[in-house]
Structures are given as structure tokens and as C-alpha cells.
């Protein structure tokens, strides 16, 4: 029975993602090699000196700390352009994670389809598929992961590993507790955010390197960018 879950999950993930590349295909001829300066690259150069050097500086500032992608692909000797499969294997498997938790909770394949139509479509699927070497959906996978899993040991890995994912997990986080509380039909007591607890590490470590110039800079620009989007 778990194993005819399991296939109807990749095959409806499957299913949703060919759709949403039909609609929001990938630039796949500036995939083939090499393009400096491209958008589709633009990343991903700095993302396979990271995996074949996860504590290397001279890359991008926003990577220095979103050292668990780079850490799985050196130790599982994933090469190369071999690392481009990660972001892409984040992605089919965060929305096999929705699929089993919405599926569980509608009790309807069609429902589920049409409810992950937008999570499909969103940044969460399509950021790592248009542009090379992202990791966002494995970001979105703990969030998920934080939001509806029953499993006692899915909520502390998440917060445990999300952060190296990327930061951007940390500020999802208190939303993803939100929804954890309101699924479960539990009170917003401060006893829900015990869970944050599991946090402390990285916050921890973020904080003892605040003085880092990269990390600096890179946490004025982020702010400072945020605002012109928002103004947009």
C-alpha cells in the first residue's frame, strides 16, 4: 500500500512539474555548456566551485552559509555537473512531500492536483528548473516538512538541516509553526515555538560571525534589495 502511495506521489509530482515546464519552459539551449554572464549560469558557476570546495570564500556571499547542498554533493561524489542534479531532485522531492501530506488531508487525488497547481508553478519549482544550481525547493521541502509532517523526527531535521539549505528557511519558519499549530488545531501558545529551539545552532554560529565582511555585506545589500522589490 505504501509503495502504490509512493508511485501515484512521483507520478502526479511528475505529472504537475511536465506541466508547469510546458508552460514556463526553460531557456534548455543555454543548458548545454557554458554561458558566463547568462542568468541560467549565473549561479550555478559559483555553485560547482562550492560543491568541489564547500569552505572555499571566493564565490558568491550568499552561498558562504547554504553549505549542505555543496556538503551532500562532495561527499557523495557528485562531480562536476553532476551537481546540478541536486536542486532538480529537491524539486520532485518537495512536491512528492506536499502530494502525501495533501493527499492525506483531501482524501482526492483530483483535489491534490489542482490544490499543488500553484506550488508547482511557483518559485519554489520553477527557480531551480529555469536557473542552474539553485536549491530553493529543498529550502521549501523543510518548510513543508515544519508545516504538515507527523513523523516526531521530521520537524527537528528540518530546522536542523532548512538554515544550510538557505536562510531564507529561518524567516519561513514562524509562518510554517502558524500553519503547524492551526493543521493540528492546537493553541498559539509559546509552547508552539519550542520547536524553534532547534534553531539555536545556526542562529548561533550566524550570530558569532556577524562581524564576517562577506556575511556583512552581503545581509545590507539583501535588505537594501528587498526594499526596491517591495517599492516595485
Known sequence: MKARRLLASAGLAFGLLVVALFFFAPHLWLMR???????EWARADNYLKQCAAPFRRDIEPALHW???????????GLH???ALALPWCGVVLMMMLAIHEFARRLGDWRLTALALVPLATSSAALTPFQFL?????????????TA????????????????????????GFPLALI????????????R?????????PYVALRIAFI??????????????????????
Do not use: K, Q
Open 179 to 190: 500553519v503547524r499549530c492551526l493543521d493540528r488545531r492546537e493553541p498559539l501558545r509559546w
Open 33 to 39: 555548456h557554458d554561458v558566463p554572464g547568462s542568468f
Open 211 to 232: 562581524g564576517d565582511s562577506s556575511t556583512r555585506f552581503f545581509l545590507t545589500d539583501a535588505v537594501r534589495d528587498s526594499v526596491h522589490y517591495l517599492a516595485m
Open 80 to 82: 562536476g555537473r553532476a
Open 148 to 171: 504538515f509532517a507527523s513523523e516526531p523526527w521530521a520537524l527537528p531535521l528540518a530546522c536542523l538541516l532548512g538554515p544550510w539549505v538557505d536562510e531564507r528557511f529561518v524567516l
Open 66 to 76: 547554504r553549505l549542505l547542498p555543496a556538503l551532500v554533493c562532495y561527499a557523495g
Open 192 to 200: 508552539a515555538a519550542l520547536p524553534a529551539l532547534w534553531l539555536v
Open 133 to 145: 544550481g539553485l536549491n530553493d525547493a529543498w529550502a521549501w521541502l523543510g518548510l513543508i516538512a
